[in-house]
């Protein structure tokens, strides 16, 4: 099986975690359905200055997590102030729709203009994914 | 502009990153051409202990940039143990080539067996970008 041999032996992801979608808070890793689904991949470089940033992150999570076709979040950020956050959809409308979110758009102003010094969004859709938990090998 | 509206302003990535490919370790936003290109995107929590994981880290990331259709690398890692590394590649073709990279197998299988508590590997195809660097807004 073509899967398994991808990524040391990785097994995909629908047969290994079983923690249920949208649980980012609890796990580094989000829980996705098999793909296809779509990912926004958000890699930026903070300012120094914590201008509310904290809030408006957890606000616009806790936004995302009520939008149609929301699948899960991972986010990292690092102590030298680069980060990354990748959302999953499941479909493209349903991503195109939180773009669109009033809210959310309020947020991406305030990215703009204060919170980053650089920042990159990727939209990617899903092809393939392949994981592994400790404790969970066959 | 559509692109433009995408995420508060954000402009195209060709238009507005000018450092060269591979400027990972001095960048962390990876300069990407114009989509569509492929990622790899890799979450991953880690193991407390660290038995010569920033060795295998660093020799993947060189050879990685060595290998045809490489593109760039994103690398975040946070105190707490979670990361996401996303390396992006010109073509399908190049990432497989990648993943079947004899010393690149090597390290999968050490990340299979003592680097990580747990890990998802995402294929995805990159269809569209957006990027803004802080002194660059027209």
């Known amino acids: 099986m073509a899967s398994v041999a991808f990524a040391g032996g990785g ?3 629908h047969e290994r975690l079983s923690y249920p979608p949208g ?3 609890a796990s580094p890793l989000a829980s996705t359905p098999e ?3 779509w990912a926004v991949i958000f890699t930026s470089v903070r300012e120094e200055a914590d201008d509310g940033y904290g809030e408006v992150a ?3 999570e806790e936004l995302a997590v009520q ?3 929301y699948l899960g979040i991972e986010s990292v950020r690092a102590a030298d102030g680069s980060g990354i956050t990748i959302s999953y959809w ?3 409308e349903s991503l195109r729709a ?3 979110n009033a809210e959310h758009r309020v947020a991406q102003r305030k990215g703009h203009e204060g919170f980053y010094k650089a ?3 990727r939209v990617c859709k899903v092809e393939r994914a392949y994981a592994f938990e400790l404790g969970q090998e066959s």
Chains 1, 2 share one sequence.
């Open 98 to 100: 939180w773009k669109a």
């Open 67 to 69: 939008q149609p076709g």
């Open 58 to 60: 957890d606000r616009m």
């Open 23 to 25: 649980m980012s808070s």
């Open 11 to 13: 097994l995909r992801l």
């Open 35 to 37: 793909p296809p689904y």
């Open 90 to 92: 499941a479909t493209e």
């Open 119 to 121: 920042w990159v969004t």
